[in-house]
């Protein structure tokens, strides 16, 4: 099976991934988010925030240095992920069989929903880029469900031949609509982020 550069390990042990050991995150990606946060100012203290494909943590890890104490976390992966967040809680499962109302638990709904969620990748580069679709349209599905009027989203997602039409429904669910690729994107990368501001509910066609 070939390799697709986007899982490519030996690229991992950047500039990012040293500078993530260093201030005690999980991994590399945590300066996406950071970044995308500084230029368009999502998460604010006390917010909730669900994060879906939270491995390995560091998005939660950041999520939770903005919120403080008074915020909530949660966090959703195939993957156990135990970060010790007083605030947080993390649940193994599939995002495709996840009951939105689990998620939610006790909370109303949430402030902001985030998914850095990727398929795995198979070096074929439209079957990447329409696993990576189905993955994106399941967190706006989720978004949907839980998230609060005014709400904020970010989701990854591959170029691809129905790019344009998911940027388009997110245009229809939010006030607006910013697409960031953000510098810890690996140049050779084919994902963007869409970052949805202003939840105002999905939208018929």
């Given at each position: 099976m070939a390799r697709s550069k986007l899982g490519d390990r030996k690229s991992r042990?950047?500039?990012?991934?040293?500078?993530?050991?260093k201030r005690g995150f999980n991994s590399r990606a945590v300066f996406k988010l950071e970044e995308i946060d500084r230029k368009?100012?999502?998460?604010?203290?006390?917010?909730?925030?669900?994060?879906?494909?939270?491995?390995?943590?560091?998005?939660l890890q950041y999520a939770a240095t903005k919120t403080g104490p008074g915020g909530h976390l949660v966090g959703i992966d195939r993957f156990e992920v135990d970060l010790g967040l007083p605030n947080g809680r993390t649940i193994v499962g599939n995002v495709?069989?996840?009951d939105p109302e689990d998620l939610l638990g006790?909370?109303?709904?949430?402030?902001?929903?985030?998914?850095?969620?990727?398929?795995?990748?198979?070096?074929?580069?439209?079957?990447?880029?329409?696993?990576s679709e189905q993955l994106f349209e399941r967190a706006l599905d989720i978004a949907d469900a839980t998230i609060v009027p005014g709400g904020k989203f970010v989701g990854k997602l591959f170029m691809g031949g129905e790019f344009q039409a998911l940027v388009k429904r997110c245009r229809k669910s939010y006030e607006k609509v910013k697409i960031v690729k953000p510098e810890g994107s690996r140049k050779e990368s084919i994902e963007q982020y869409i970052c949805g501001l202003g939840y105002r509910g999905p939208q018929d066609s």
């Open positions: 042990h950047d500039r990012f991934h040293e500078k993530a050991r368009l100012h999502i998460i604010v203290r006390n917010h909730r925030v669900l994060d879906l494909g939270c491995a390995p943590g560091s998005w495709y069989h996840s006790d909370l109303e709904g949430f402030d902001i929903v985030l998914s850095d969620m990727a398929p795995d990748t198979t070096g074929i580069r439209h079957l990447d880029q329409t696993r």
